[in-house]
């Protein structure tokens, strides 16, 4: 065998050297920006809904006065009830959906005792319309599906077809042959009952 020569070793380490300024830096690595990846992709985000959906309807039915149990009714359970204080419940609503912009709302409901004091409601609460057009995702030009036949529509559909399968009714022939019950109150009663 014959030896390797002395600049082998040296010329495969300068190789390997080389080789890593090809190498990916954080700044050169495919980077996601906003909603898309690369700028083209748009990643799935899953749909984060906490909290309490308060609207203008629901919280115009409170009035100052009325009991927790009341409250509790109208506007559901708070989020946040702190028992160190218990005099405060705190309404909190997140939402985060692909698709819409994230919204945040807090409503702080102030007791005196068992009693409503207060209720803190932010300006930008929204009506159940607008809430519901704040979170739908559908895109106009799409084709909405539809859901319903309009009258037309159901008169133009042929009648049925009666089947030749069709068992007669229970009325016309009395019960079914092997399906005879006693009476219940013809029953024996059970121990403990």
Not at 62 to 91: C, I, N, T
Not at 123 to 141: C, I, M, Q, R, Y
């Amino acid at each position: 065998m014959r030896p390797l020569p002395a600049s082998l070793p040296l010329l495969a380490s300068l190789a390997l050297l080389g080789g890593c300024s090809y190498l990916p830096t954080w700044d050169s690595l495919p980077s996601v920006t906003g909603d898309k990846v690369l700028g083209v992709l748009t990643p799935y985000r899953v749909e984060v809904v906490q909290g309490n959906v308060l609207t203008k309807e629901m919280v115009a039915r409170v009035k100052p006065g009325m009991p927790k149990a009341q409250v509790r009714d109208l506007l559901g359970s708070p989020l946040l009830a702190d028992v160190f204080h218990e005099a405060r419940w705190d309404y909190v609503f997140t939402i985060r959906r692909q698709g819409a912009p994230a919204q945040r709302r807090l409503v702080v409901a102030s007791f005196d005792g068992d009693k409503l004091k207060t209720l803190e409601v932010p300006d930008d609460l929204p009506t159940e319309n607008e809430f519901v057009a704040s979170v739908n995702t559908f895109k106009p030009g799409k084709k909405e599906p539809k859901l319903a036949l309009s009258q037309a529509e159901r008169d133009a559909l042929p009648p049925p077809k009666p089947s030749a399968e069709a068992a007669p009714t229970a009325a016309a022939e009395g019960p079914a042959p092997g399906r005879v019950y006693p009476p219940l109150d013809a029953l024996p009663a059970r121990a403990g009952s």
